[in-house]
Structures are given as structure tokens and as C-alpha cells.
């Protein structure tokens, strides 16, 4: 299945000489969670958000550039499993989303969940089945530096906040950089607070700030709770409907730990489906690829046939023919003939472009196409009969 539904098309991007205020009032006034970080036109990466609660620093002075986190790009079609080990591998939750070389939209780590819970390899997943963060958990009169400190320890967006045995509430990244950044929050007892945090004085009384009980900021609202019998899709769902990117699992008014999007990419991501299919190159060191090309070439066919597998349900053979037509002194220009034999379907489509990569990823859309319409065809025929 490719990524292509859950893809966003609007986000927002911030220059990296931007202060961090500018960059801390789009993301209030447009109920955003993320950016992209830019140097002209260069993507740089994503915002470090832990990074600002770390520091004490003057937002109206710090650049944005002092707190990027480096991701990688993903294509547009790629393979929900192949994107789902590359967050997890990049520690992200959310990334940007390149066709033809340009930035089209982006992708949330959420959103990747939710497709890749209705795949049938996690269908028959369970919460037990997926590693919790434990034993991260916090008293409402704990310093929120200490939730800070945990956040950044276990690498979580979310800390739940426990009285006794008794679930008081949860404390998020969110909460606690709204306050402690001076957004204006909706919480209870919060007017003292924006009025200290608004001052002049704000500055220099930072530091006291982070003393403040957790129960300042932690809240019972968009809280998830799971039994770690539940299906992961069912969690995922109420995570998606919350945006939240964690689930607190308890077994009855035992905390068994935190369930996280970062484990749910890891164990999405480490799916292993057994190829039947084998791939043969035609050409491919004919055409002047240099070695990173090759290796492009060689991954990009490997990961799309997985698609055409789950299409084709059936062992199935792959030639994959390169052809360079560059005329002399002129930019080059690929050709690919990308021929399937399966049982039943034996068929051949062509595709080119100036890169060779474009040229590969268009002549395996052509070959799901193709099997598309005789998929509809075999059921109009199942329908007459």
C-alpha cells in the first residue's frame, strides 16, 4: 500500500533565520504541531521541539536554525512499511513528501498509523504486541522540569500524571510549551501564570517557572486509555481522533506503560514480507548511471514490485530494460520497458523521462494501471455470469 492517501498537501515552512517567536505564533494561529525549516530553498528539516523546553533562551532572539531536526525526504508512492522504518529510523514523527525533486506535501506519523493498521499483516495485531514505554510516569506536585526531563529521556510527547494509583491526568509536550512560552492556555488556574509569564520580569523568572507542579499543566482532555488486550487498530483510532501520539495501557488500575507512534513505526516497520518475485536488469550498466543511481534503481524496483505483488497475489517474474536515448550534448533522457509475467497476466509497459528514477516509479504506476483494469474486467465478467 503507498502513503499516497495520507499525504497532507498544506503545511507550514519557516525560514531558518526566523526568530523562534515568529515561528512559535504561525504555529498558535494556525493550530499546527510542525513546520518545515528552510535556508532559501534548501530543506533543512523539521522542528526540534524538545529542544526549545530544554534551553532557556529569549524566543524573541533565538533562530530557528539552532533547533533542527534532520529527516528524510519520502516520495509520494512509497511503500507504507519501506516510510514506517524511515521515521522510526530518523526518530521523527513527521516528514516531508518529494515528487520530481520538489516538496508536495508532508506526512505525520499518525496518519502513516492509520494505514498501515488496515494492512493484513498488523490486522491481527494487538497493544501486547507492540513495545510500551515503561514506567515513565509522574505525581501532579512534581517540578514540570521533571516532565520535561522524562519527555526527553524516553523520547515521548506525553507523560501520564498519577495520585496515589489513582489516573489524575496527562501532561504533553504541547501543554507545557503553550505555558511555558507564553501561549495564552485554556487551562484552570492559568491566569496567574500568564500574567507572570507575559511580564517583563517573565525572562529572569523562567527558571522558577519549571518548579511549578505538573497539575498546572497536565489536563484529563484528549487523554487515551487502552487495555493491552485491545487490537492496535482500535488504539490507533482513538490516537487519530485525539491527535495524540500516545496511548496510556492499563490493566485494570495497574499502569502497564505507554504506548507510542514511535513503536508503532517500529513494529510496522519491521514487517518482513516474503518476496515471490525475482527481478531481472536489462541494461542497467549500459546506460551511464553513476553508482548511487544503480542503487536507486535497484531499491526503487524492489519496493515497487511489493506493490504489484499485493496485486498480483501469485509468484511473478520482473525484466526491468534501461535505455539511454541522449542525443550528443544534450541532457539525457532514459527509457524504461518494465515487462511482468504472472500467471494470467503477462504484459509489457514503457515510460520515459529525464530521470531515470521518475521514469522507473511512472512505468510501475502503468504496470498497477494495467492490473487494475483487468481486475475490473474480471469482476464485470463475474458479475454477467
Not at 39 to 68: H, T
Not at 237 to 254: F, N, P, T, W, Y
Request: glycine share 4%.
Amino acid at each position: 500500500m503507498e502513503i499516497t492517501p495520507a499525504i497532507k498537501s498544506e503545511f507550514l515552512s519557516f525560514d531558518s533565520e526566523q526568530a523562534v517567536s515568529e515561528m512559535i505564533g504561525q504555529l498558535r494561529k494556525f493550530d499546527q504541531r510542525h513546520g518545515l525549516i528552510f535556508k532559501k530553498d534548501k530543506y533543512l528539516g523539521i522542528i526540534e521541539k524538545k529542544g526549545l523546553l530544554r534551553s532557556r533562551l529569549d524566543v524573541s532572539k533565538a533562530k530557528i536554525n539552532n533547533f533542527v531536526h534532520r529527516t528524510p525526504l519520502v516520495n509520494e508512492h512509497a511503500d507504507v512499511i519501506e516510510t514506517a522504518y524511515a521515521l522510526f529510523q530518523a526518530d521523527s514523527d513527521f516528514v516531508p513528501v518529494e515528487s520530481n525533486k520538489k516538496i508536495v506535501g508532508v506526512l505525520s506519523a499518525l496518519d502513516l498509523a492509520a494505514l498501515a493498521v488496515a494492512l493484513p499483516e498488523t490486522k491481527e495485531f494487538v497493544i501486547a504486541d507492540v513495545k510500551l514505554v515503561k514506567g515513565e510516569k509522574l505525581e501532579p506536585n512534581d517540578p514540570v522540569s521533571k516532565a520535561t526531563e522524562v519527555m526527553h529521556k524516553a523520547r515521548v510527547d506525553q507523560v501520564p500524571v498519577f495520585e496515589g494509583k489513582k489516573l489524575y491526568g496527562i501532561v504533553s509536550f504541547r501543554d507545557i510549551l503553550q505555558k511555558y512560552l507564553a501561549w495564552v492556555p485554556d487551562r484552570e488556574n492559568s491566569t496567574k501564570f500568564t500574567k507572570m509569564a507575559n511580564s517583563r520580569s517573565a525572562e529572569a523568572d523562567r527558571p522558577n517557572l519549571s518548579m511549578l507542579p505538573v497539575k498546572s499543566f497536565s489536563t484529563n482532555q484528549n487523554m487515551v486509555t487502552v487495555s493491552k488486550k485491545a487490537s492496535l487498530l482500535e488504539a490507533v483510532k482513538l490516537m487519530a481522533k485525539d491527535h495524540v501520539s500516545s496511548a496510556i495501557v492499563m490493566d485494570g488500575e495497574k499502569f502497564e506503560g505507554l504506548l507510542t507512534i514511535k513503536n508503532i513505526m517500529r513494529v510496522v516497520g519491521s514487517l518482513k514480507i516474503p518476496e515471490n518475485f525475482n527481478i531481472r536488469f536489462v541494461g542497467l550498466n549500459d546506460v551511464g548511471l553513476l553508482a548511487h543511481q544503480k542503487e536507486a534503481v535497484q531499491k526503487i524496483a524492489s519496493n515497487e514490485a511489493f506493490k504489484l505483488q499485493r496485486a498480483i497475489q501469485d509468484d511473478f517474474s520482473l525484466v526491468v530494460h534501461l535505455k539511454d536515448h541522449t542525443k550528443s550534448g544534450r541532457e539525457r533522457k532514459y527509457s524504461i520497458s518494465l515487462h511482468v509475467d504472472a500467471p494470467g497476466q503477462t504484459f509489457t509497459v514503457n515510460e520515459f523521462d529525464w530521470r531515470v528514477e521518475d521514469a522507473l516509479h511512472q512505468s510501475f504506476d502503468n504496470a498497477q494501471n494495467v492490473l487494475k483494469r483487468r481486475l475490473r474486467g474480471e469482476k464485470s465478467r463475474r458479475k454477467v455470469f
